[in-house]
């Protein structure tokens, strides 16, 4: 079954103290990303990876860190978390074109007291 | 870089009529033009797409439009559903950048 997981999928912590939402998916994609979803803004890419050891900014990087060191899984990583990256946060992955698809994992719920 | 604006923000319709999103975009060099649509509390799922070298698209009761000389793009929904009552998205590029939603609401 074609899956985008992350983990965890509610975590509440506070500030400064690093943490990593892992995402991880079992199709052999190239594509992944992160975005983060806060009302009235909709969806924003953070970071995204074009394939192993290949990753860029997207609109909203300040404040994370990510690394893909192999193809099933994409990281996310605040050094140092604040109040402003309270958010619910999804991955996804894709095929590249013509026969491209693209799913999303579960979400992650993140609450930076 | 590329800016999408979508509206109408919020639709509502009655069961069975029709529903129109549109979007506009700035970049004229973004080729993908995905749609997704997200139920409460659920992930996004995409939905359909197309391509800059396409005008049109259908998949059953959803289809999408193109005008890349204008720089705009819409979804249209016939025989709506309750179930397909959620907030969709469009964006613009093969590096997604997002419209900020229209939450439709379709009463039986």
């Known amino acids: 079954e074609a899956q985008v997981t992350q983990n965890p999928r509610y975590l509440i912590t506070v500030t400064g103290k690093k943490l990593t939402v892992t995402c991880s998916q079992n199709?052999?994609?190239?594509?992944m990303s992160w975005y983060r979803q806060d009302p009235g803004l909709g969806l924003r890419q953070i970071y995204y990876?074009?394939?192993?050891?290949?990753?860029d900014k997207g609109d909203v990087p300040e404040g994370y860190k990510v690394s893909r060191k192999e193809k099933r899984n994409f990281p996310l990583i605040l050094e140092s978390p604040s109040p402003n990256q309270t958010s619910l946060y999804f991955c996804?992955?894709?095929?590249?074109?013509?026969?491209?698809?693209?799913?999303f994992g579960p979400g992650t719920r993140l609450t930076v007291l | 870089g590329e800016n999408v604006e979508q509206h109408p923000s919020t639709l509502s319709v009655q069961e069975g009529d029709s529903a129109v999103i549109k979007c506009t975009y700035s970049?004229?060099?973004?080729?993908?033009f995905p749609w997704y649509k997200q139920e409460l509390g659920k992930r996004p799922q995409l939905i359909i797409d197309?391509?800059?070298?396409?005008g049109e698209k259908k998949d059953q009761r959803i289809a999408v439009t193109l005008n890349k000389t204008a720089k705009h793009f819409s979804l249209h929904i016939t025989e709506t559903q309750p179930e397909d009552s959620a907030v969709y998205f469009c964006?613009?590029?093969?590096?997604?950048?997002f419209g900020r939603g229209t939450s439709l609401i379709v009463h039986p």
């Open positions: 199709m052999n994609h190239e594509y």
């Open positions: 990876s074009m394939n192993v050891e290949v990753t």
């Open positions: 996804d992955s894709s095929s590249g074109s013509p026969h491209n698809e693209q799913f």
């Open positions: 970049d004229s060099a973004s080729n993908y």
């Open positions: 964006a613009a590029s093969r590096i997604p950048t």
């Open positions: 197309i391509r800059s070298n396409v």
